[in-house]
Nanobody, 126 residues
Framework: VQLQASGGGTVQAGGSLRLPCKASGRLSNHALGWFRQTPGQDREFVAGINWTGGRTRYADSVQGRFTISSVKALNTVYLQMNSLTPEDTADYYC?????????????????????WGQGTLVTVSS
């Protein structure tokens, strides 16, 4: 599985941004996730989706503001980010791992992912 994230940029606080992650390869029985990282900090989980069943999981810090979704026909997963704050400034990465069937939640925040794309920088100005 190869992943390519894009859509980063600079946005004012309170604004919105959508990050697409285009995947190549077969994604059935995989989970896809978004992570973010700032300099000097560990990479943190943001959101995940079970590709087959569509179940989702979010970090508490983005719950209610961010939405992860997928378009199977495009082999693409999206991260819609609303009500952005300067604390959301980070490099955002998409990732994938082989996972359980469609009836399961995606992996929890501490479960390592296997495949990673390059980061896309999101900067939120105050």
């Amino acid at each position: 599985v190869q992943l390519q994230a894009s859509g980063g940029g600079t946005v004012q606080a309170g604004g919105s941004l959508r990050l697409p992650c285009k995947a190549s390869g077969r994604l059935s029985n995989h989970a896809l996730g978004w992570f973010r990282q700032t300099p000097g900090q560990d990479r943190e989980f943001v959101a995940g989706i079970n590709w087959t069943g569509g179940r989702t999981r979010y970090a508490d810090s983005v719950q209610g503001r961010f939405t992860i979704s997928s378009v199977k026909a495009l082999n693409t997963v999206y991260l819609q980010m609303n009500s952005l704050t300067p604390e959301d400034t980070a490099d955002y990465y998409c990732a994938a791992k082989f996972w359980k069937g469609g009836g399961y939640d995606p992996p929890g925040p501490s479960v390592p992912y296997t495949y990673w794309g390059q980061g896309t920088l999101v900067t939120v100005s105050s």
